[in-house]
């Protein structure tokens, strides 16, 4: 770069780190809201969020800062795989998508969100899907014209999906999560048949909160999660959030009477929060500093809840601790029993307490649903019947009312229309980069069984954590994998794993 | 107003009370930082405060923020004591000072008061005055040039001064704060040859933190803390701050052998946190929503934990209380002896733990330091001499070294210079404030014997807090008492209670 190129790109740099650092602020005002203030707070956050969030905006479409972006992008003569052009590629990209909203509709869009959630609120708790109707067909409306504003490659979906998951397509997601549901529906099916069923209720028995909290930190910590940068706190809803490169939140919450609930809940969170610890930090605030995707950050918070929480190697480890923990919960049940316990499956009709198997069959009705409905193939007004449809045919189960069926979560009330195909994108991609790191490392159940997640730990951090936005997800998977996206190895997981502990 | 004014006069208002929301995020970012963040996430946290800051000092110093300013200043035609017109003057007046500091300085203020704080800290550790001079020197010199470019009416520590008292003269203080000096004084002298001395040791006895913890929210929400819109947590330097008008929240320490730590500590604080809870919401983020010195806040937290929780009254209600939740520590002690104990006066060398009467005394010789060094006529290097000679003359006692002495406070390292006298004028304002109550209310032991604060806290929101920055400090003195800025009340309360304990 000439002398005044780098001078520029220093500048444009500057500028677009300060603008993440004002941004950044905007997690404490949720994380704080979430975990300390008190509700008469509410009003007042919400003030303080849209002011700073219109800053952040304002920041991002400044012309000043166009122009110098497009000036940079010309003037780029070093090599295309550089920090420096993946930096400006992707600051442009950015910016162009936040100068194609207009205004009015962003407005629009986060005004319809708040009522949208209150709606849905009040029609869960009644169970009265026609009172929220209204609501969401007007969101999905707003949500065309995001799309049409945004513009796509193939299909409307793409724009809203790039949103969560940048530079995926449909077309490319689509066939992989259909082939995931063609083999998951008959292991559903044959585990059903199974004469096999572990007994979960020694996982409802007692176990004192302050044990559990004691517990779950060793447990966050032996893999990895740095808590001299980070916390753990309780909300109704567990998340991990980031306020700074070396200030990472996570929550969980506690059931006396359930072990699964904070322990796996833990691990997910802390499998977020390694991540986001992991990214470079002289990278913070510009692409090269931040994750790629949901789906990949789902990948590494799935991956150490599942692929290493649920193992047995895991478990050889650590259940003699916690049988020294919880000795009136646990000290009669033997490893095997606590471990069929913990990878129970079984359909249900709510999806956060799925299990490994099923989770990914409710994200995938899901998936259908909101294509068709964002397509106009499917009528807000026929929603309840298609879903109890697919949920039948998906699960085997079929919801009693629209409370634990169409109105089971909060994302198109919120306008969060094309994020649930990233939750199994997540388990996608955690299959995939868990193989490779077993191929590639070989004795991951014996570091397991020995309490030794480093080495797991080691590759994640230089084969994905590293990397920032250098790739995008299906770049990346293809790089570290030498594959594309694919549905074999976690069928493969699952048939294995489950075969064995249901002897089909 | 004409049509066009009130327009003008709305978006003025909307404009600055959006900067107010803004400059309210950099609460939390404070108050975030001393209570949950990991120590790993100063550096980003600084960042943060920093941005925040400047975005918000530059909508302060807008060019056509200012012109509608100063476009309103011209064209309001309303009443002089209107509320439009007292906004408007406030307005322009936090805008003038806003603009008149050149950025560079600011900067370097900044600048200077974290390494000041760095250096202050290591020189107290080390009683290592000689290598803190420097740094004072520069500060010293850059709070001279503050001075010169807000401009004064008649002295340089004027215009120091007015950052935390508006419009407070140092030529309307000093004598006053003289005064409190010479009747002190020889108070100290009298109750020191007293043979009369309290058992302080019964508050050194075990208090159990959990029970505290339980007594001191009690005693919050008896004097009015309303914790549906505030909270209460731990820090080592206790304080009060204001997330929004819903969202006030103080801080404590607890000592497991310490009584007055926390119990006086929250009376304190929850007493700066009642003023802002009372502020009118509907002006928050405006002059009429905003408290109008820290001399009058502090007058509300003094008056609290002084006026009310050290007083008789008080404590007839309270004692049953306290020795039912703390029976190991207090079933055998009287109330006559308690009462005596909590108000021990004894000269000491640490302003922060000293008590009613000496507390004053320790302000009064910082105040005559702090004017003697802007002014020129103390030099840094003599400060550690004349401060013992003071401290000597004032309290009876010599501090054995500078740690103890003159490099107690953080004060002048973080160029808080002009920032001491507001503790004693809340102190003074307190005492006018509290006989003025008495003599409108007339039976306030009455109802502290019933432990019905009400009227109290009625007569403040009343008299005080609905103001909020309608009448500086000096003109609300004299419109709720009748007198101006005195040292008699305080004066007459200490020699009455303190002439019955020591029998003088």
Chains 1, 2 share one sequence.
């Not at 397509?169 to 529906?185: Q, S, W, Y």
């Not at 009705?365 to 409905?373: D, I, M, Q």
């Not at 079929?398 to 195909?421: C, E, K, M």
């Amino acid at each position: 770069m000439s002398n005044n190129t780098e001078k520029l790109y220093e500048d444009v740099c500057r500028y677009a780190r300060r603008t993440a650092v004002l941004s950044s602020v905007n997690e404490l005002l949720g994380w704080d809201e979430r975990t300390q203030m008190p509700a008469a707070g509410a009003e007042h956050r919400a003030e303080q969020s849209t002011a700073l969030a219109g800053l952040v905006h304002q920041r991002w479409v400044d012309p000043k800062y166009g122009d110098q972006l497009d000036e940079l992008s010309g003037a780029m003569t070093v090599g295309e795989g550089s920090a420096e052009s993946v930096t400006i590629r992707r600051l442009v990209r950015h910016r162009n998508k936040a100068v194609k909203l207009p205004r009015t509709l962003v407005e629009e869009l986060a005004r319809t969100a708040i009522f949208g959630q209150q709606a849905w609120q009040e029609a869960r708790q009644k169970d009265d899907f026609p009172s929220f109707r209204p609501l969401l067909e007007t969101m999905i409306d707003l949500k065309r014209q995001q799309a049409e504003a945004l513009g796509y490659p193939q299909c409307p979906y793409d724009a809203l999906l790039d949103e969560y998951e940048p530079e995926e397509l449909t077309c490319n997601v689509a066939p992989v999560l259909e082939g995931l549901r063609d083999a998951l529906v008959p292991l559903v099916a044959q585990i059903q048949q199974s004469p096999r069923r572990p007994d979960t209720s020694v996982l409802h028995r007692e176990f004192p909160i302050d044990e559990q909290e004691r517990f779950v930190r060793e447990a966050a910590t032996a893999i990895g999660f740095d808590f001299s940068r980070g916390r753990l706190d309780v909300t109704t809803h567990p998340f991990c959030c980031t306020l700074g490169p070396n200030d990472c939140r996570i929550t969980t919450r506690y059931g006396e009477t359930f072990f699964n609930a904070a322990f796996f809940g833990v691990l997910h969170e802390a499998g977020h929060g390694i991540y986001e610890q992991g990214l470079p930090i002289e990278h913070y605030g510009l692409p090269l500093g931040e994750a790629i995707s949901l789906g990949v950050h789902e990948s590494q918070s799935r991956l150490w809840e599942n692929m290493v929480g649920r193992s047995r190697a895991f478990w050889n480890h650590v259940y003699p601790q916690a049988q020294r923990r919880f000795p009136a919960a646990l000290s009669d049940v033997s490893i095997d029993d606590f471990y069929f316990a913990i990878n129970d499956v079984r359909p249900s009709l709510i999806r956060v307490e799925a299990d490994e198997v099923t989770y990914n069959l409710h994200i995938l009705l899901r998936f259908e649903l909101e294509r068709a409905l964002l397509d106009g193939d499917l009528q807000a007004a026929d929603l309840p019947e298609d879903s109890y449809d697919k949920c039948h045919r998906y699960l085997g189960v079929t919801p009693p009312d629209n409370r634990s069926g169409v109105l089971q979560d909060v994302h198109w009330s919120a306008g969060l229309i094309g994020y649930f195909p990233t939750y199994s994108l997540g388990n996608l991609y955690a299959a995939q980069y868990f193989a490779r790191a077993e191929s590639e490392l070989g004795n991951l159940v014996e570091t397991f069984t020995q309490g030794d997640f480093l080495p797991l730990f080691t590759w994640l951090r230089e084969n994905i954590h590293c990397h920032g936005q250098r790739y995008s997800a299906s770049e990346l998977v293809e790089r570290v994998t030498g594959s594309p996206l694919s549905a074999r190895p976690l069928v493969a997981h699952l048939q294995a794993k489950m075969g064995l502990l249901y002897e089909l």
